[in-house]
């Protein structure tokens, strides 16, 4: 790991916020990080308002898009809601659908199948709409590259508009509406919305004519949290008030497919954290194991009773899921070391039997051991699929678009992104793209990098201090929880590895003259135990332990050396 402490800046300034805020220097230093540098920011920042929403109609082709639904509407035509299998995909679908249903009636939704037909438009959905007689179709969370698909569904007088967030090409779809922050010629200000949060910003405007205030979208708002938090998309601006509103939808009176999920965890209050590891992966298994419509059933189900039957049926395709992801990733392991390619600048891999729903995860799990961009490969169609993960700060979309000689389609993100290509083109494909990266990857971006927010010392940690480093949750990308570095601590000689298999780290830490113990926990850093027999440095965040009902702040390890 390694270790690397946020510079620290304009001092004065730092200083100035913290007696205008009446708080410690490091909570103002902390603020300053991550841009709130007054009195006025950080008091949005801390008490977010749904009135500090952007106006939809600041978004390019937003005007476009509600008239061509309201027209829609006043011909009585057919509407089909389409959107990806992910969770972003099948949330946005859900959000979207369930309120134009709540105007309209003719309104279907259309899942494709990520096996049969892929990831996005595709000529088969389109086919389904004109068989279907559906005239107008809202692509969700995918669409922007679309460009002779949406053509394809012009030449039947099928209209779309796209509600994207990835990356546009050179050249938008000609639909009748393209929403997406990210287009050059969008002035909208906020550009990181996820799929979901698009296909919010369309319902929000499409409630304007109808003297509907942004009070009648919270319900809406579970699931735009659960998108955000499952995309991993920047956790301030309009993502932080509509993840910090979705949380309290959630823990209140979130809807019932969401409200079966709880039902299941035992859980009383959910953290975002809580989204990310137990609502998003049982959502995201429907499309990976069976299909995605499930999903959006389980999320538009208006009986509770049969939500919770949806409920138990994608909690076994998690759980087949868990077990199919363990595997290749272990038959994944070998390959690179029967390969002889542990010291190589990128990890590819593939087998035609894998799994394609879960070759993302594969991916992301290899990082842990091999910490390179990656991709895993598996046989769909006439073509080899593949999910590229990335580590931070290195852009794997713009490497793949060097790579773009050997790929058919391609898209995504800085960090993820999916590809296909023909089967004789994998070898080039896999050399090309190692050395693309061997070329253009800082040799430092190689070892995992733990971001400090400050050196603090131990006896700073007060409840106080906790409980506003606490209120800037919800945590994600861009307001990550704040990591802190502590020297020359140690262990009051009752540490111990726990676990069923020793693997975590237990520690009783004390500092310097101060005699007060901090509990900490150090997850998989059991082989750690070592380096405690004498005075050690830390990184951690603080985190709030309860134990027999009593609760006390815990340190969080992240590392010791």
Request: glycine residues 6%.
């Amino acid at each position: 790991m390694r270790w690397r402490l946020k510079p620290e800046n304009q001092k004065e300034d730092i200083q100035k916020l913290a007696d205008e805020l009446s708080v410690e220097t490091t909570i103002s230093k902390i603020l300053y990080q991550r841009n709130i540098k007054t009195f006025e920011e950080a008091k949005k920042f801390f008490r977010p308002s749904l009135e500090d929403l952007h106006d939809p109609f600041l978004m390019k082709d937003m005007d476009r898009a509600v008239a061509r639904i309201e027209a829609a509407i006043n011909n009585n035509e057919n509407i089909l809601v389409f959107g990806d299998y992910d969770v972003d995909g099948t949330t946005a679908v859900s959000l979207v659908s369930s309120y134009l249903k709540n105007l309209y009636p003719n309104v279907s939704t259309y899942i494709p199948d990520r096996y049969g037909e892929g990831y996005g438009v595709s000529v088969k959905g389109i086919d389904f709409a004109e068989d279907n007689n559906f005239s107008l179709i809202i692509a969700l969370d995918c669409g922007i590259k679309a460009i002779e698909k949406v053509a394809y569904a012009s030449t039947k007088n099928i209209d779309f508009i796209i509600c994207d967030h990835h990356k546009p090409g050179p050249k938008i779809p000609k639909a009748a509406a393209v929403l997406n922050p990210k287009r050059s010629d969008c002035n909208y200000p906020f550009d990181e919305l996820c799929g979901c949060g698009v296909g919010f910003k369309l319902i929000q405007a499409l409630g304007k004519s109808r003297q509907q205030t942004i009070a009648d979208f919270v319900p809406y708002l579970d699931l735009v949290a659960t998108a955000i938090a499952a995309d991993i998309v920047p956790m301030n601006g309009e993502n932080r008030t509509l993840a910090y509103f979705g949380l309290q939808v959630i823990n209140s009176t979130p809807r019932n497919g969401i409200k079966a999920i709880i039902h299941q965890t035992k859980k009383e209050k959910l953290t975002i954290t809580d989204v990310v590891f137990i609502i998003a992966p049982r959502i995201n298994a429907a499309g990976r194991m069976k299909h995605g419509n499930y999903a959006v059933e389980l999320l538009t189900e208006m009986d509770f009773d049969s939500a919770v039957e949806f409920a138990a049926a994608i909690e076994i395709f998690n759980a087949d899921r868990k077990d199919l992801d363990k595997k290749i990733t272990n038959e994944a392991l070998i390959q690179i070391t029967d390969h002889q390619e542990e010291d190589r600048y990128t990890s590819v891999v593939y087998k035609e039997d894998w799994h394609k729903g879960v070759i993302g995860i594969v991916a992301s799990r290899l990082i842990e051991t091999y910490y390179r961009p990656t991709l895993v490969f598996t046989k769909s169609g006439d073509y080899l699929a593949a999910s590229a993960r990335s580590v931070k700060g290195f852009d794997v979309y713009n490497a793949l678009q060097e790579c773009d000689e050997f790929i058919e389609q391609f898209g995504g993100h800085k960090y993820a992104a999916g590809l296909t290509l023909l089967p004789e083109n994998y070898e080039k494909f896999k050399a090309k793209f190692e050395e693309v990266v061997s070329k253009t990857i800082p040799k430092e971006l190689l070892i995992p990098e733990i971001l400090i927010d400050a050196e603090i010392e131990l006896s700073e940690i007060s409840p106080k201090f906790f409980r506003i480093i606490q209120q800037m949750a919800p945590f994600g990308p861009h307001n990550m929880r704040p990591i802190f570095k502590t020297t020359a601590v140690r262990d009051n000689g009752y540490g111990k590895q726990v676990g069923a298999d020793k693997t975590h780290l237990k520690l009783n830490i004390i500092s310097g003259a101060d005699s007060k113990t901090y509990h900490a926990i150090g997850f998989n850093l059991g082989s750690k135990m070592p380096m405690i027999q004498n005075d050690f440095d830390i990184v951690y965040a603080l985190d709030e332990n309860e134990w027999n009902g009593v609760k006390s702040i815990q340190l969080l390890l992240k590392d010791l050396q």
